[in-house]
């Protein structure tokens, strides 16, 4: 999974790794593309806030990519969702603060499948962000 935002990584990290996968951390959105090219990863998680316009020239700038386009990418934010309306191109949405259990939804509708079987000694209603 790839995530755009350090803190993200850290929040989101034990939830990656309970389901299964690796995170790895874009410094930048404008260096999103470039990493995600080379990892090809299952998922991207794209910080997103109203106010800047630069989570959605790396949103184009993957979506418009052959390599890149075929990638989910789950938005995550403090707001409920953008504009009030589904931002084109985000296959799912995740709202601080987020549960596992969010997050496991998030990614099974982004239709990214998940290892359940190291929930096990996993507290689902811990609250990592």
């Not at 790839?2 to 389901?19: F, G």
Request: glycine share 6%; aromatic share 8%; charged share 20%.
């Amino acid at each position: 999974i790839a995530v755009t935002d350090p803190n993200i990584v850290y929040l989101l990290q034990p939830y990656a790794e309970e389901s299964g996968f690796q995170t790895v951390r874009s410094g930048q959105e404008t260096e999103l593309s470039q990493l995600a090219q080379q990892v090809q990863p299952a998922l991207i998680v794209l910080q997103i806030e109203p106010a800047e316009s630069v989570w959605r020239q790396a949103l184009e700038c993957l979506k418009s990519d052959p390599v890149t386009g075929r990638i989910p990418v789950v938005a995550y934010s403090c707001f409920d969702e953008v504009s009030g309306s589904p931002i084109e191109g985000v296959a799912g949405f995740l709202q601080k603060s987020v549960l596992y259990s969010d997050f496991v939804l998030a990614l099974e509708q982004a239709g990214v499948p998940v290892d359940h079987s190291k929930r096990e000694n996993f507290n689902s209603d811990h609250k990592g962000i």
